[in-house]
């Protein structure tokens, strides 16, 4: 191809991209799959590559992000973003309204009203069509520059169009978006699901994990993140040519900039509120996190009129909806070693019922977070569930603070072997870096026998500490050297000759699993499980592995060059090559076939859920065979679902199939699309 015709095809393929983007992040209506536009994307790439000096500032390639900065520069904000005054029951709410109409000396007026994204607030700023600047919100006068980082996030365009088309001459010269970058729930709860898989310690919410990434000085990090954005309001705009924030909406919509699908016009405040009880029923069914709704004053010369505060404006405010929590008192504080040597703090409470169950303790996350809180042992504290399922300390009541309460310190020695703690670099994460600390070997090996790792059944917290604290176990490879020690092994606790022939056996069946599942019980950093199938589908055998470079593992899709550095550190380090040479010792199986040709993947790029019970899988089953197939199996719907297979007692994933109006099959016809009959 020549340099000629390059820059064309380079020119169209950044334009089908953009318009591609804008179907699916504007208007939530993709029309090719994440593969067709993979390959659109890796086309552009390699032709950039080719000729680099076609490459442009805009070009959706630019995304990936640049080389670590050294720190943030400060941006002063043309228009200062204020903060939103909140109210939290409707009587409140009546009263805003009223002040409302007093200050339009009783003129008509409507309101706009959207659920409130609990993210990190930023402005972007674009001139002439092209994203020049991002920043964050700070303290409202200047904020962070963050143009690197927010580059990465592919809901926010890089240039301005017309419908996902060319730049149109109607866009202002001049303008500056005010928006949410949030993190997207299900792709934040997969994030979490690999750190917890890796024995990583998992982030405590999205918009906390979302300013922490904002906040990285590697904008390479962010781009691997799945951040996304949704505009709510506006700074700087020359000319400005809209009289409603509705119509100005309609336009960023147009300009390829994302807004809620889910903003109301109200014509007085009654309608607002029955749109607020009405949200309060279906928020849990949104993508990202909301804790109440935004209420506006549409008219913008009647916003001009009504003015601010000196924090605030007047013509707006936020309905906060009343958080699931309790009250109770926090005993004493217990520290946990996890299977890296990470410490977490957990505190043990006074039990307490909490969305339907009775809670005795949670999570106090890090001692940073015990640090922000101010939290003592003695302190009445409050607690909620972080996605409603884990229970953690979210805030003191200071005034009811016992005379007698104690400051919680981190533990300067091992609770567990009384080795050194040292903190990370980051200085988050205390842990302990004794390797033979009998509290990581313990979890080590109950994860390396879990059941999406080497599937060893029985090995639950109970036996894998027997194991252990007998000495039977201190290593891997151990346990498949049990077999020589059966009466030992009878002789634990609860064991007998039954129970210890089962558990032979299971290990010994164990010795044949795919090289993908060791891959996941190593316990290598960041390794998860879709991780681990990715390298064992692409290298083969552990040989391979062995011999591939920190280059070689970045050509595996989803690795880069953090992650590259983990995997090839375990391998060449001293306990790596020990414990994969003791395993094979022993006979643990170590290759795996290859992935098939796409040709035979007929569910290459697919995102696919399962829910309830199969008559021919299991769900682990029908999940590796999804892999098999070239698809991507998911624990919730989305918009992004292709499809879901319901079998019987299918239950509130169904009912949010049907409501997203994502495509429904049976069993029958999975078989059937699988190639099984």
Known sequence: ??????????????DEIRLHDYRYYVLAEPTISDL??????????????????????????????????????????????????????????????????????GEKYEYVVDPKIDGVAISLRYEEGRLVQAATRGDGERGDDITANARTIRAIPLILTADGGLLRRDIPRLLEVRGEVYWPLDDFNAFNRKRQEAGEPTFANPRNATAGTLKQ?????????????????????????CD??????????????????????????????????????????????????????????QRER???????PRWCIAYKYAAERARTKLHSVRFQVGKLGTITPVANLEPVLLAGTTVKSASLHNFDQIERLGVRVGDMVYVEKAGEIIPQVVGVDIEARPPDAREIRPPARCPECDSETVR?????????????????????????????????????DVLAGQLVDSGLVREFADLYRLKDCREELIALERMGAKSADNLLAAIEKSKANPL?????????????????????????????????????????????????ESIYGFLHNEQGRRTIAHLRDVGVNMTQPRKAKPGSQPFAGKTIVVTGTLE???????????????????????????????????????????????EVIDETEFRRRAGAG
Request: glycine share 8%; hydrophobic share 40%; net charge negative.
């Open 1 to 14: 191809m020549t340099k000629s015709e390059a820059e064309k095809r380079i020119a169209r393929l950044r």
């Open 36 to 105: 067709e536009y993979d390959k659109l994307f890796k086309e552009l790439k390699d032709l950039e590559t080719q000729f680099p000096d076609l490459v442009t500032p805009d070009s959706p390639t630019q995304r990936v992000g640049g080389m670590p900065l050294e720190g943030f520069e400060q941006v002063t904000h043309a228009v200062p973003m204020l903060s939103i005054d909140n109210t939290y029951n409707e009587a409140e709410l009546r009263e805003f309204d009223a002040r409302v109409a007093k200050g339009l000396g």
């Open 217 to 241: 000085l590697d904008s390479r990090v962010v781009a691997q993140r799945k951040l996304s954005f949704t505009a709510h309001g506006f700074g700087e705009v020359d000319p400005l040519e």
């Open 244 to 301: 409603t924030q509705y119509e100005l909406f309609q336009a960023f919509k147009a300009w390829g900039i994302p807004i809620s699908p889910y903003m109301r016009r109200a014509k007085n405040v009654e309608e607002v509120i029955g749109i607020i009880r009405e949200w309060d029923r279906k928020r849990g069914s949104l993508d990202y996190a909301t804790d109440g709704m935004v209420v506006k004053v549409d008219r913008l010369d």
């Open 306 to 312: 009504l003015g601010a505060t000196s924090r605030s």
């Open 424 to 460: 990370d670099e980051g200085g988050v994460f205390l842990r302990c870096v004794n390797p033979a600390c009998p509290a990581q070997i313990k979890e080590r090996l109950r994860y390396f026998c879990a059941r999406d790792q080497m599937d060893i059944e029985g090995v639950g």
């Open 516 to 564: 993908a599942r060791l891959l996941a019980a190593l316990n290598i950093q960041h390794v998860g499980v879709s991780t681990a199938i990715d390298l064992a589908e692409h290298f083969g055998s552990m040989d391979a592995l062995i011999a591939a470079s920190r280059e070689d593992l970045q050509q595996v899709e989803g690795i880069g060059p953090e992650l590259a």
């Open 616 to 662: 021919h899988y299991g769900r682990k089953d029908i999940e590796d065979l999804i892999r098999q197939l070239g698809g991507k199996p998911a624990g919730s719907v989305s918009k992004k679902t292709d499809f879901v297979v319901a079998g019987a007692e299918a239950g509130s994933k169904l009912d949010k199939a049907r409501e997203l109006g994502v």
